[in-house]
């Protein structure tokens, strides 16, 4: 089946449209999706109106009053926080056993939740884990997916057209690995952001304006990936070409390893991993 036929069939309707949700449905309507194809069930009436507003898109008030057309190839995406899951699981789970046979494709987003959980709140076996990022809303996201033996290789070309029309996508073998992936690359834009503010404050206390800080910084950034994506080379080897002998890089990267900046970030994303997996062991033990 190509991108192409899928897109043209597939009905998606967000539950939850914050702050992921809202990046997903801006990058969908930007790279092929129409906004009669989205509908958003979304609790708080002024985020659901802004998202009308904004994009089109049908807003729904609350879970009971989805109506799918079985005609169309559906999907559910869970775009709600990891502690609201199991709730709505189990209102959508009253939906779905009305469903006409197999049901929409679930495609849940919150970090944490596992698939055996949510397959058990739900009753519904046809389920998909994704771990997108926030650059989707442009486009240029990255999104983690696993499904277990029982999802068929239709839905998951289905799940990964989805999160390729926001950017590009990739399988992990074994579920634990959700949670390198959110650490990674579903908190990683909040780690460029982070030092995205670090450089530029850097520049403003050293004399610059805040907006050439913030020029130099972002140009930097957006430069040097690139630089790094279009290279055979690992990122240490282009490093040890910025870094002159007992220039000023080499000042700065000396202070960086004495505070083991390196490590630092290690750890911080070891926690993030963490994280993630302390929230689907107490997510989980819910009934
Ligand atoms: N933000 C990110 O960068 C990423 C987030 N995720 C995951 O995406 C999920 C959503 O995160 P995020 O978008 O940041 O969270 P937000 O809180 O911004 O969005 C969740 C939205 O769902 C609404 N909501 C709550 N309960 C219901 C309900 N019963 N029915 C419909 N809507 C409801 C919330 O309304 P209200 O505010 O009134 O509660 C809110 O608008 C999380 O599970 C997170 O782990 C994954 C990857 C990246
Ligand atoms: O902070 C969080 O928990 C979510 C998951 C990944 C990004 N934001």
């Known amino acids: 089946m190509s991108t192409q036929q899928i897109n043209q069939n597939v009905h998606i309707t967000f539950i939850g449209g914050g702050n992921m949700g809202r990046a997903l449905i801006s990058g969908l309507l930007s790279n092929g999706f129409e906004a009669n194809q989205l509908s958003v069930v979304e609790a708080n009436a002024s985020t659901g109106l ?25 999907v559910v995406v869970m775009a709600i926080k990891p502690q609201d899951f199991n709730v709505v699981a189990k209102s959508l789970n009253a ?7 197999p049901g929409p494709l679930i495609l849940s987003i919150a970090a944490g939740i596992r698939l055996k959980d949510m397959s058990r709140w739900l009753d519904h076996e046809r389920c998909v884990r994704a771990m997108p990022n926030t650059p989707a809303l442009i486009g240029k996201g990255i999104t983690g997916l696993f499904a277990d033996a029982a999802v068929n290789a239709s839905d998951r070309a289905l799940a990964e057209t989805i999160c390729n029309a926001v950017g590009q996508a990739v399988w992990v073998s074994e579920e634990k690995l959700m949670d390198a992936v959110t650490a990674v690359s579903g908190s990683g834009p909040a780690y460029v952001f982070a030092f995205l503010e670090a450089m530029q404050s850097s520049g403003e206390k050293l004399g610059l304006d805040s907006a050439t800080a913030r020029k130099l910084a972002y ?19 282009l490093r040890e070409r910025v870094t002159s002998k007992g220039g000023t890089t ?6 960086l390893k004495q505070l083991d900046w390196h490590g630092a970030l290690e750890k911080a994303v070891d926690a993030a991993s963490q994280r993630g997996k302390a929230m689907g062991d107490e997510l989980g033990k819910t009934q």
Not at 50 to 74: A, C, E, M, R, Y
Not at 221 to 227: K, P, R, S, V
Not at 230 to 236: C, F, K, L, Q, T
């Open 219 to 237: 140009a930097t950034l957006e430069g040097a990936t690139q630089l790094a994506h279009n290279s055979d080379e690992y990122a240490g080897v």
């Open 95 to 101: 939906k779905l056993k009305h469903a006409t046979a």
């Open 50 to 74: 802004q998202l009308h507003q904004d994009f089109g898109v049908q807003i729904i008030g609350t879970l009971d009053q989805i109506n799918f057309d079985f005609s169309k190839n559906n």
């Open 250 to 255: 080499a000042a700065a990267l000396d202070i």
